[in-house]
C-alpha cells in the first residue's frame, strides 16, 4: 500500500547545504519524504535561494521584528504549522526554539549539530572541537527539547581531525559525513518511523 511522502519543514540560516541533500533525496520517490517549506530567520541567505530554485515555499521570521523573542516564537510555530509538517529538521538553524515552539512540534523536531554531543554544544562545535584538540569529531543528529544541544541522539557520524586542519577544512569535512548521516536518517524516520525511549531513540514505529 502506498503512503504520502512525510512532509519535512526544514530551517535553515546559512548556505544550506544539508538542506540541499535533503532536496536532491526528496527527487526519488523511494526516499518517502518530501519538503514542503523551508524557514529561515534571516534574508538573503543561500538557503533560501536553493529552497526557491526547487520551487519551495519560504518563510523568514526575524527576532527583530518581534516584540519580544516569545512572539518570535509563537511566530515560528504557527508558521510551521500552517505547513502541517510531520517532521521539523533544522540544519544550521541558528535560534535556539522556545516553548511555544516545542509545544507544537517537540518529538517531532531534529537538529543536527557539527560534533560529537554532549562534547562542544553551541554554536561553534567545529571550531571548538578544533581548539580543544580532539583527534576525531563528527556530526549529531538529535530530538530538539528546551536545553542547548541535549536531546536525546539519533545518529552521529566521524571524521578524523588533520594536523593540518582550518575550520573551515575541518567544517567542510564534517558537513561531508553529516549531509550523508542526516539524509539516511531523515529518511529513515520518514519511511519506518521511531519512537523515543527516555534518551534513546530507535526506528520504528512505536510497539502499542
Ligand atoms: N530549544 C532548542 N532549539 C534549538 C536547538 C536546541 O538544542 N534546543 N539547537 C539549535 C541548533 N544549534 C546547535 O545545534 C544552536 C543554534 C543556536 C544557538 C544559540 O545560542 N542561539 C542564540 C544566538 C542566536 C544568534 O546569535 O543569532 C539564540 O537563539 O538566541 C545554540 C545552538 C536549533 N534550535
Ligand atoms: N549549532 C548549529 C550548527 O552549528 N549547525 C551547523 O551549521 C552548518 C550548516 O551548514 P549548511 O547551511 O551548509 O547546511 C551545519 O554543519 C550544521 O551542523
Given at each position: 500500500m502506498s503512503t504520502s511522502p512525510a512532509r519535512l519543514v526544514v530551517l535553515v540560516s546559512g548556505a544550506g547545504t544539508n538542506l540541499q541533500a535533503l532536496l536532491d533525496a526528496c527527487a526519488d520517490p523511494s526516499y518517502g519524504a518530501r519538503v514542503v517549506a523551508v524557514g529561515a530567520?534571516?534574508?538573503?541567505i543561500e538557503g533560501l535561494a536553493r529552497a526557491e530554485r526547487a520551487g519551495v515555499p519560504t518563510f523568514v521570521k526575524k527576532?527583530?521584528?518581534?516584540?519580544s523573542r516569545e512572539s518570535w516564537d509563537r511566530a515560528m510555530a504557527e508558521t510551521v504549522a500552517g505547513f502541517e509538517p510531520d517532521l521539523v529538521v533544522s540544519a544550521g538553524f541558528m535560534k535556539l526554539a522556545g516553548e511555544h515552539f516545542l509545544a507544537r512540534f517537540g518529538g517531532r523536531y531534529v537538529n543536527t549539530h557539527?560534533?560529537?554531543?554532549?562534547?562542544?554544544?553551541?554554536?561553534h562545535g567545529a571550531a571548538d572541537a578544533l581548539d580543544y584538540g580532539v583527534r576525531v569529531t563528527g556530526a549529531t543528529l538529535f530530538i530538539v527539547d528546551a536545553g542547548v544541544d541535549t536531546g536525546p541522539i539519533l545518529a552521529q557520524t566521524v571524521v578524523a581531525v588533520e594536523d593540518d586542519d582550518t575550520v573551515e577544512s575541518l567544517h567542510e569535512r564534517i558537513k561531508g559525513a553529516e549531509r550523508e548521516m542526516l539524509v539516511d536518517a531523515v529518511g529513515r524516520m520518514s519511511r519506518e518511523g521511531f519512537r523515543i525511549e527516555g534518551r534513546k531513540v530507535r526506528y520504528g514505529a512505536p510497539v502499542h
Open positions: 530567520d534571516r534574508d538573503d527576532v527583530g521584528q518581534f516584540s557539527p560534533a560529537l554531543l554532549p562534547s562542544f554544544p553551541g554554536m
